[in-house]
């Protein structure tokens, strides 16, 4: 039998990069590249309401399909690598009476940006600081946000061997450390100031025939964890590795995630959460601390996704797809039951009571019968 097909949402273009802004209203962004095709490259801004997305209620063109997207962490820039991974920014109006707004940059920043060409993908430090950007080429470059100056580049011999898949700063190390997974199935950890390599993942040995590392993402929750995606055979797997206190990485914990092989991976802004969407449409929100699913989209998509984004406030994850859909996965509430240990607690707690009531009624019964042994009945009340 097939999957069951699940209604998502369908906004007239191919869409490749997704960003959740503060508020009620998601942007996703594609198109259909050439103008010949007919299909238009845009942003869209969709608002959500009640858990659910609704229709696009305004678009922004860009001259080229984007492909990569990255919002500041306060919400309050976007950049986007267009098809030949060209670099356009815009400045994000948050209103709290309707949609966002989006405002070309000035003309002196998109100066500074035409020099960038062939990005693959983009990132922002925890603190919103600074923009690293991984090339085809497999060139690493590091802005300074405010300035758009390069405050390093990572190339050649100090570069990677192959196109830049993914890239994260790490807010542990106070955003000093990036991890890079490339084309070639590698990933590597950056002291970007220095240039310098500092380590190489290594597969586990059961994902090492096939597998490649995938995308990757730092906690959140100022441990010195690093979540990766390892794609093996069709399948897409999802390792956690935690830093010890002489700095070595070290494979604390391994599931297979999916049936399909990942294709966008991130973390929710509390770290609480990872969202993983895969080649088959899937799409599943799974807990950091233990990589357990917590919430699932079978076909959610008729062909593969291609990114997710959470909300601000861990209830949602959004995935996007090549064939026009995006859908929203819900979280479930965290349940703030009793714990087990409290209720076994109270379980033998209410057993002994139970005891003591049935011990204290045997008492009683044999008292009365040595009473009556010597002719004295209780009274009415038990008064003798």
Not at 249 to 272: N, P, W
């Amino acid at each position: 039998m097939g999957k069951k097909k699940v209604q998502s949402a369908k906004y007239g273009a191919p869409l490749y990069c997704a960003a959740w802004p503060p508020g009620e209203f998601v942007l996703i962004a594609g198109g259909g590249g050439k103008k010949s095709s007919g299909i238009p490259n845009k942003i869209a801004i969709v608002q959500v309401t009640d858990g659910k997305l609704g229709e696009e209620v305004s678009m922004v063109k860009t001259e080229e399909a984007p492909l990569r997207m990255a919002l500041h962490p306060q919400g309050t820039s976007l950049v986007l690598a267009l098809g030949k991974g060209t670099l356009q920014r815009f400045d994000v109006e948050i209103r709290p009476e309707g949609p966002p707004l989006l405002h070309p940059a000035a003309d002196k920043d998109r100066e500074k940006l035409a020099q960038f060409a062939s990005v693959k993908c983009l990132t922002f430090s925890s603190d919103g600081r600074l923009l690293a950007m991984g090339g085809e080429d497999g060139a690493i470059t590091v802005l300074d946000w405010l300035t758009l100056r390069v405050l390093a580049g990572l190339r050649g011999e100090n570069g990677l061997r192959d196109a830049v898949r993914d890239l994260d700063f790490s807010p542990a190390h106070k955003d000093k450390v990036l991890a890079a997974t490339c084309e070639d199935g590698s990933c590597t950890l950056w002291a970007w100031e220095k240039q310098l390599q500092i380590a190489a993942l290594e597969l586990p040995q059961v994902l090492e025939k096939g597998g490649a590392f995938n995308r990757c993402r730092f906690a959140r929750d100022g441990s010195n964890a690093l979540f990766v995606t390892v794609n093996q055979r069709g399948e897409g797997h999802l390792l956690r590795w935690e830093q010890n206190e002489e700095g070595e990485l070290l494979l604390e914990r391994q599931v297979k995630a999916h049936v399909g092989a990942s294709t966008s991976f991130d973390i929710s802004r509390s770290g609480a959460y990872l969202g993983s969407a895969t080649s088959e449409g899937d799409a599943g929100v799974f807990s950091s601390a233990t990589l357990a699913p917590v919430s699932r989209t079978r076909a959610a998509h008729m062909v593969f996704a291609t990114a997710v984004a959470f909300d601000r406030d861990d209830r949602a994850l959004l995935s996007v797809s090549a064939d026009a859909s995006a859908h929203l996965t819900l979280i479930a509430p965290r349940r703030r039951g009793i714990s087990l240990a409290t209720l076994l607690l109270l379980l033998l707690l209410f057993f002994l009571l139970a005891l003591a009531a049935v011990w204290a009624l045997g008492l009683d019964v044999r008292l009365q019968h040595e009473l009556e042994r010597f002719g004295i009945r209780p009274g009415k009340h038990g008064e003798l």
